[in-house]
């Protein structure tokens, strides 16, 4: 019996709770009971990319387990047209249509629409089937919503795509939207037949059905979750391969870019033999394609069998990408395609588990590119990895941090859970065990977990006992280790003092960096804030890479051999702090000076960090994070340098013009080596991706710091190429991209016309990566007055360049930027506010940066009287780093002044060799 949809409003129902406890937990996040199985669907959509519009039905196969009264499905936003129901035998045979009473639209914030049969439906098999139609979004880039590229002669072509994570399939089409409702789909789209339609299966057919129309069907899928389903119509072409095992790949594109996918082509087919030896298990899917959405609000999304990508990550160009930029975008990929695994084959049973897919992809993708593409990646000691994952450590330093097993209060919320925690924090967590376990149990964990819950869901507690089980030969609890860094929030500081030569004591305590900002997180821990340490130590005598676990807050540690100092947590692998007395501090920093290279790449990096984190945090002299950095005149990695520079952020956001040419001139004093050796560097074309990276940083570093070789470099290079009077193309591939970049920032800071001319050019780029680079170069100006005409013109220009025109500005000036988005809050918060992530970026971007009292009551009382949307988070997190800000410059900018002065006044003979 077909019914007709009433629409009004209902309140929230009450839904049957199910039975198992973890479960009960998210009842009332409005779950579909657990008596509710959808097994398979049939999805026929009808897109008119003319009209923007489009009709549809969902036929979906049920399994009802328990006697139910209502059947409640997720909708939101479409136009219900009508709804039929049938009842099936064991056969799946038909039965009988089931009669239905009513249908109501529950426009609660979890978005129902609930079937009322005339009589309670028994344990039986059921057809359930929903029409429907809907505009095609435009403004909100989720659910089925607009895309499209423009080509050389400025024709615009059209583009429409599905994007759904974590609960947006219901705004496309009604179906049981939960990521543990894993089913099969078929999609049969018709459309324009100058259009190509994907999904995630391959074709089966596409036949026409009017003049200028044709029909898709695609195969039905393996068991996949809602919010990994898509539908994409492009008139894209693209290149193709095959990987060993026979899986097709290709990359989708204009014609243009299609001439730089080679890269992103070679690298899935490599990913994707790498994984199906890595987890010795196959990928389910027989191809997978990548195709290029221009203005998609994440750097891709893993859906089986067609992945969506910026052009960033589709169409690898070294022309047009820094060396950074370009490893970055070969990680992206490889992130999405381990999820095809871990995510996708292996699902979380609920959004509060996923660092069973995130968390661990965070660590694999760089396993993945180091193994696939050692050339590519070319960084010393697991140094990418380490400089990703170490900004977890300074967002879980605070009390508004949260524990990576987390619940969201509401749906609204749900996107809080995709941060810096569940990706790096959880990344991080993921090396710690791989280092704790070794690579082959590891790796065997992974393998078990994968085998064991194929094609079903998961939560993080199960890895956590998958990792348990396989690691129940080693002498203490995986299980109980791993819990308190999963269950908690924030991390261990550990105090190590030498007792004497062969004995030192071991101290834990939760560290924070303020530990007296007041805020009403919740701030209960399962463990009070005790962790079990892994423990591996460097002395003077000798090296210890068996992990020791110590459980109790203090331990005594016996040493093999008579010492001087310890430095403890080798190769930054395990997820805590670390502190020691000022001698064996000293002894450290005497031992970097003589010889830099006995500690690895990922012990700097972990020094200089924890140095600066203990001196925020008030437990050690200012100055001394200075001092130590007096080594890096003789350091040639990137990690060492790229932290430093981040840690020193804070100095110069806070610095006086006097104590800011001061902090030029230290930063020149350490430059000053390196940069006279660039006459000796390789040319960009030939250098390695490490020296690449490297050579760019300390230019760009030096140009900041007004160092003149760098300038005078920067110079030479672009007279070179200005002899050569050919193509654009042909210069690109002269000059290293982002040395283009740091020769446009000198053109423009020289030369007003050529600003204006490329502020102009901001309304007809379209490539996010063009995007990017020109945002950085307009906002590299020193004029006030220029940087707010260009946040002026970013309010006329679309979603995502708005995005980074705020926040390439707010880099160096993040009280103006401020200000703006105050006067101008509306536009803003219509154009982010709702958004699944972009509020919570540009808050993000914008309010840890702040450093003045007056700042902070201001932004409290802002959002006292507005809403943040989506990134009410960001706001907490802004509020507490600006408090600390303002505590540090109270306590340490006048030290750090007197430093500097006295380095600038004494620095040719700073750096005597001295014994302390």
């Excluded at 209060?409 to 710690?432: C, N």
Aim: contains cysteine; glycine residues 4%; neutral net charge.
């Amino acid at each position: 019996m077909q019914v007709i949809v009433s629409r009004f409003i209902v309140g929230i129902v009450t839904l049957a709770i199910a039975a198992s406890a973890e479960y009960a937990n998210h009842a009332f996040l409005g779950h579909i009971p657990h008596y509710i199985e959808p097994l398979e669907y049939t999805i026929k959509l009808t897109i008119n990319l003319k009209k923007w519009v489009y009709r549809g039905s969902t036929t979906v196969l049920l399994n009802v387990s328990e006697p139910c009264d209502q059947i409640p499905i997720h909708s939101n936003g479409l136009n219900i047209v009508s709804v039929t129901m049938v009842r099936l035998n064991g056969y799946h045979q038909y039965e009988g249509t089931v009669d239905i009473a009513e249908v109501l639209e529950d426009k609660s914030e979890y978005m129902f629409l609930r079937i009322y049969p005339s009589y309670t439906l028994y344990p039986s098999l059921y057809y359930l089937r929903v029409t429907f139609n809907r505009t095609i979004r435009d403004t909100e880039k989720f659910g089925l919503y607009r895309s499209g590229w423009q080509d050389p002669g400025g024709w615009k072509n059209k583009i429409a795509v599905t994007h759904f994570s974590p609960d947006k399939a219901r705004e496309a089409f009604p179906c049981f939207d939960e990521p543990r409702l894993k089913a099969r789909f078929r999609f049969i789209i018709v459309h324009e037949s100058v259009y190509t339609a994907l999904s995630n299966a391959e074709i089966e057919s596409r036949v026409t059905v009017a003049p200028g129309w044709v029909k898709s069907t695609f195969h039905r899928t393996s068991k996949i979750s809602t919010y990994l389903t898509i539908v994409a119509i492009s008139n894209y072409r693209y290149v193709e391969s095959q990987t060993k095992s026979g899986k097709v790949t290709r990359v989708y594109g204009s014609p243009d870019n299609l001439k730089y996918s080679q890269t992103s082509l070679k690298l899935m087919s490599d990913c994707l033999d790498y994984l199906e030896e890595f987890f010795e298990f196959p990928y389910s899917f027989p191809k997978l394609y990548l195709f290029p959405v221009p203005d998609l609000m994440v750097g891709a999304m893993e859906q089986p069998g067609l992945i969506t990508a910026t052009h960033a990550v589709t169409s690898y160009n070294r022309a047009r990408f820094t060396a950074f930029k370009g490893v970055q975008s070969k990680l992206i990929l490889a992130h999405e395609i381990a999820h095809m695994w871990l995510g996708n084959l292996v699902t979380n049973e609920w959004w509060d588990s996923i660092h069973v897919k995130e968390g661990v992809v965070s660590w694999l993708m760089y396993d993945i590119i180091q193994h696939v593409d050692p050339e590519g990646m070319d960084i010393e000691d697991e140094t990418a990895i380490i400089i990703a994952l170490i900004s977890a450590m300074k967002s879980d330093s605070g009390l508004t941090s949260r524990p990576i097993l987390s619940m969201a209060k509401f749906r609204k919320d749900l996107m809080t859970l995709f941060d810096v925690i569940s990706y790096y924090k959880g990344g991080m967590v993921t090396r710690m065990v791989k280092a704790v376990l070794g690579p082959k149990l590891f790796r065997e964990a992974l393998r078990t977990y994968v085998f064991k819950y194929e094609s079903s869901t998961a939560t993080t507690l199960d890895l956590v006992k998958v990792y348990q089980e396989t690691a129940s030969t080693k002498p203490f609890n995986t299980e109980e280790f791993l819990k308190r860094y999963i269950l908690q929030k924030n991390y261990p500081l550990v105090t190590v003092k030498l007792l004497n030569r062969t004995h030192v004591s071991v101290r834990q305590e939760r560290f924070l960096v303020d530990k007296n900002f007041q805020d009403d997180t919740p701030d209960d821990s399962p463990y009070n804030y005790t962790w079990h340490i892994p423990f591996t130590y460097t002395t003077d005598s000798h090296r210890n890479d068996k992990v020791l676990m110590l459980t109790e807050k203090e331990s005594i540690v016996k040493l093999p051999k008579p010492s001087r100092w310890i430095k403890v947590n080798n190769d930054f692998k395990m997820f805590y702090r670390c502190h020691y007395e000022k001698t064996n501090w000293k002894y450290i920093y005497n031992q970097l000076l003589s010889n830099h290279s006995f500690f690895s790449t990922g012990d700097r990096i972990q020094l200089i960090d924890d140095l600066f984190a203990l001196e925020s945090a008030g437990m050690i002299d200012p100055g001394f994070p200075l001092e130590l950095l007096s080594y890096l005149s003789k350091e040639k990695e990137f990690g060492p340098w790229k932290i430093a520079w981040e840690n020193l952020y804070r100095i110069r956001l806070s610095a006086s013009p006097a104590s800011e040419n001061a902090l030029k001139v230290y930063i020149r004093t350490l430059l000053d080596g390196h940069l006279k050796d660039a006459v000796n560097w390789e040319t960009p074309l030939n250098a390695s991706t490490k020296n690449r990276i490297l050579h760019n940083f300390f230019l760009e570093v030096g140009i900041e710091a007004g160092h003149k070789l760098a300038a005078e470099y920067i110079d030479n290079i672009h007279q070179i190429n200005s002899v050569n009077d050919s193509d654009m193309e042909a210069e690109n591939e002269e000059l290293d991209y982002e040395l283009q970049i740091l020769q446009d920032k000198m053109e423009v800071q020289r030369d007003r016309d050529k600003w204006e001319e490329l502020l102009l050019s901001l309304y007809h780029i379209t490539d996010d990566t063009l995007l990017t680079r020109s945002c950085v170069i307009l906002s590299s100006t020193k004029n006030k007055f220029l940087l707010l005409k260009l946040l002026k013109v970013s309010l006329d220009l679309e979603k995502n360049q708005k995005l980074e025109v705020a926040l390439a500005v707010a880099d160096d000036n993040p009280s103006m930027v401020w200000n703006f988005v105050k006067e101008n809050y509306d536009i803003y918060y219509r154009t982010f506010g709702e958004d699944q992530f972009l509020m919570a970026f540009l808050l993000d971007g914008i309010l840890p940066k702040l450093t003045a009292l007056t700042q902070y009551y201001d932004v409290e009382a802002f959002f006292g009287t507005h809403s943040a949307g989506t990134g009410s988070d960001a706001v907490s997190r802004g509020l507490e780093q600006i408090m600390t800000n303002v505590k540090w410059k109270h306590t340490f900018q006048g030290k750090y002044r007197m430093f500097l002065f006295h380095f600038a006044r004494n620095r040719h003979r700073y750096y005597r060799r001295r014994r302390m």
